[in-house]
């Protein structure tokens, strides 16, 4: 069973901090993504890793910055954290990008920026 | 890139009847139409999907039909039970990778 575990459920931080969301997944995949999800906009993609040290900017990746040092760990980083990067923060991973690519979600991270 | 258009935002039915949720895509080379649910404080989860080799996929209370010609797909959804209360996404695989809709948030009235 595919486990896909957030490092925080909810956070809370001031304007300008430096914020790290941490994802682990435990079943080797390769291919891990950071969504933020909003009300009425859906699911956006940031960033994505297909492996290690391997990085592709998604949809929305201004502000965000990744880390995707061991195959497991995919980590979303918010340089000077901004009120409107407040949201709900999703991380999956898939086996495969493309067809058959199943995407795994954590339970997600809500992130309130003050 | 890809655009998924999903309808409607907010669906309310009653217990015992059916719901039906549509999406619709722009990319003809789009291939693979997952179905996600998200309940309330998780993070989506699969719950069918389609290729584009099929018309029509079945799993229980739950059915997924896809018009390539018209490029789109709805999820139908029979004899609503209070644990389907949730969001719906659909999405769409394309040479782009994956596009979400917006989400349909489902109410089932008792």
């Known amino acids: 069973d595919v486990k896909v575990t957030q490092s925080s459920r909810y956070l809370v931080k001031r304007t300008g901090e430096k914020v790290f969301l941490e994802c682990v997944q435990d079943m080797d995949h390769e291919n891990m993504f950071w969504y933020r999800q909003d009300p009425g906009l859906g699911l956006r993609l940031i960033y994505f890793?297909?492996?290690?040290?391997?990085?592709e900017k998604g949809d929305i990746p201004e502000g965000y910055s990744v880390s995707r040092e061991k195959k497991e760990r995919f980590s979303l980083i918010l340089e000077s954290a901004s009120t409107n990067q407040t949201s709900m923060y999703l991380c999956?991973?898939?086996?495969?990008?493309?067809?058959?690519?199943?995407?795994?979600f954590g339970p997600g991270t809500r992130l309130t920026v003050l | 890139g890809e655009n998924v258009e999903q309808h409607p935002s907010t669906l309310s039915v009653q217990e015992g009847d059916s719901a039906v949720i549509k999406c619709t895509y722009s990319d003809s080379a789009s291939n693979y139409f997952p179905w996600y649910k998200q309940e309330l404080g998780k993070g989506p989860q699969l719950i069918i999907d389609?290729?584009?080799?099929?018309g029509e996929k079945k799993d229980q209370r739950i059915a997924v039909t896809l018009n390539k010609t018209a490029k789109h797909f709805s999820l139908h959804i029979t004899e609503t039970q209070p644990e389907d209360s949730a969001v719906y996404f659909c999405?769409?695989?394309?040479?782009?990778?994956?596009?979400f809709g917006k989400g349909t948030h489902l109410i089932i009235q008792p």
């Open positions: 389609i290729r584009s080799n099929v």
């Open positions: 999405a769409a695989i394309g040479p782009d990778g994956l596009t």
């Open positions: 890793s297909y492996d290690v040290k391997m990085k």
């Open positions: 999956a991973s898939s086996l495969l990008l493309g067809l058959a690519a199943e995407q795994f």
